[in-house]
């Protein structure tokens, strides 16, 4: 997925700050998603719903923040490597987003 | 901690819903402290912030909603064991927990 060297760069610019909106919107959506799941479980809790549903509902939440978490650092990897000037700079990027996975992942 | 057969019933009902009443609102309270985490990271995503600061927020809000789901699980164990009217039936409610947090955990 490296910028070839042939593609004009405008369209590149483009295509990659498209692809940055487009996933910024998407995680974005997915988090709001997740605040109303927490939202819900409130409610659950607070309602006096059993403990095996509020434990499916939240373990919905888990999963779903963990998903959030890895599209983020899927769109931050390619993200990195279309910015990247060159070849060198592009593997410090995925280096450095691979250090992220491993502390947060 | 199953209910000693010697300690008044109303006591020990009281005991329970204090108990009960306690640490919901503290599950509750974890949930609306994630609700404000979550609702930061889209702040901070839309800001423009740095993978690496998103990546730390969003693993807070991961940890604090495993934490979330082990102390609500905690309270309902020992719930089910104060409601259980007798050693086989808390025993039973101990495993039904235990299941829920194989399946969920």
Redesign the interface.
């Known amino acids: 997925m490296l910028k070839t060297p042939a593609a004009p760069v405008d369209v590149a610019n483009t295509t990659a700050s498209v692809y940055r909106a487009d996933h910024?919107k998407d995680?974005?959506n997915r988090?709001?998603r997740?605040?109303g799941q927490?939202?819900g479980?409130?409610e659950m809790?607070?309602s006096g719903r059993p403990?095996?549903d509020?434990?499916?509902q939240?373990?919905a939440?888990?999963k779903a923040?963990?998903k959030?978490?890895y599209r983020?650092?899927a769109c931050?990897v390619i993200e990195a490597v279309y910015d990247a000037g060159n070849e060198a700079q592009a593997i410090a990027e995925v280096e450095k987003?691979a250090r992220?996975l491993e502390?947060?992942g």
Chains 1, 2 share one sequence.
């Open positions: 910024q995680v974005v988090l709001r997740i605040e927490v939202r479980l409130v809790i607070q403990c095996e509020v434990a499916l939240m373990s939440a888990r923040m963990d959030a978490f983020m650092m931050s987003s992220l502390r947060f």
